[in-house]
């Protein structure tokens, strides 16, 4: 009996993801076979690639450091009444825009600090703040407008004023316009469900810790933050490169680049390294090479350097981040830091163009 019922069991087919299986099997063997150098050659690119990044940048380096103490600053000045006052302040300009007033939280943490800290604590302040999913996106694509690092914008200054540019007007235009301009544009256009909330109907954003857990606390979730969600996304985003780059497709992504970034009036070489390495790194490299560059090249490589780039943090640290921190899943989180960075280097190469000759 059990043998007729198994005769009459329809066979299973295979599925799609069986069928993708099968296939790399097959090419896996076939490479074994062939070219056992291709495997070993593309874990040591993959390897090589994320090393010196991880190692040499988030642990032993200043940059890890920096998150730790970036969130430490950040949690501090929360529980000192910083967020409150902000929503505050801000109020006026998101009536007129008529959005949360904590989209533009994150925007001003990472000015202070560093994008993966204001994403750690600007994102639960969104939703406590009861900010709808469009106007969370609309929080990641304007906190991307504005440069994560002081050391960038004192970089930054002193490049400008080696070509003897108004920076005055070139901060107002590169870092506080946006925190207007952006939500505005991005509530008629892409995100529309959006409200002004007032401010009788926010909650209080100052926890009621005490002083010492505060500090340690945070140092702990800064070291978190770096252990758990962004050195793994750097390891991929990196890990990623070093495969491309293995098998020769990463070349003519980065001589694209080079050639997008030279067709937007921006220096291709610390624009590249502002784009896949540090906007810092880049800036830092900038004002050494000012006085030799055209100006409108020196003002679009410093408005791209104010930003959420590179794109490890686009596409590996923002989705890490806020998929954890807020009500957005990954690919919600990584498609608004992409229109975001798109944006920032529309805004660069359009600054660069057509405002230089004011800006002299």
């Known amino acids: 009996m059990s043998e007729a ?17 099968l296939s790399l099997v097959a090419l896996s063997l076939t490479g074994l076979i062939f070219n056992p150098q291709f495997i070993s ?27 730790i103490i970036s969130v430490l600053i950040g949690r501090v000045l929360e529980r000192c009444g910083f967020t409150d006052a902000l929503m505050r302040l801000l109020l006026p300009i998101t009536r007129l825009i008529k959005v949360n007033s904590s989209v533009l939280i994150p925007s001003v943490y990472n000015i202070l600090g560093d994008i993966n800290a204001a994403g750690r604590i600007a994102g639960p302040i969104l939703v406590k703040a009861g900010a709808t999913k469009d106007e969370q996106k609309i929080a990641i694509c304007t906190m991307v407008q504005s440069q994560q690092s002081f050391s960038t914008f004192m970089f930054s200054i002193i490049a400008l004023t080696a070509i003897k540019a108004k920076v005055f007007v070139i901060v107002l235009l590169s870092v506080f316009a946006p925190l207007v301009i952006v939500p505005a544009l991005l509530r008629l256009v892409l995100w529309k469900d959006t409200r002004a909330v007032p401010l009788e109907e926010m909650p209080t954003f100052t926890p009621d810790t005490g002083v010492l857990p505060t500090i340690f606390g945070a140092a702990r979730e800064g070291a978190e933050l770096l252990f758990l969600l962004i050195i793994p996304a750097v390891g991929v985003i990196f890990a990623m490169i070093g495969a491309l780059e293995y098998v020769g497709v990463w070349q003519p992504i980065e001589s694209g680049l080079t050639s997008l970034l030279s067709a937007l009036s921006i220096d291709p070489k610390t624009g590249i390294v502002s784009m896949l390495a540090s906007p810092t790194l880049a800036t830092a490299q900038l004002k050494d090479i000012a006085t030799t560059l055209s100006p409108e090249l020196v003002i679009g490589s410093v408005v791209l350097a104010a930003s ?16 954890d921190a807020t009500d957005l899943n990954h690919f919600e989180a990584m498609g608004a830091a992409v229109i975001g960075a798109v944006m920032r280097l529309l805004t660069a190469g359009l600054v660069a163009t057509f405002l230089t000759k004011l800006l002299l």
């Not at 005769?7 to 299986?21: A, F, Q």
């Not at 943090?313 to 998929?323: E, H, K, L, R, T």
Request: hydrophobic content about 50%; charged content about 15%; aromatic content about 10%.
């Open 5 to 21: 019922l198994a005769g009459n069991t329809p066979k299973k087919g295979l599925r799609k993801i069986e069928i993708m299986g």
């Open 41 to 67: 050659g593309i874990f040591d690119a993959m390897l090589n690639k994320s090393y010196p990044i991880i190692v040499k940048v988030f642990l032993t380096g200043k940059v890890g450091v920096a998150i």
């Open 308 to 323: 959420g780039f590179p794109l490890s943090v686009i596409f590996g640290q923002i989705p890490a981040i806020w998929s």
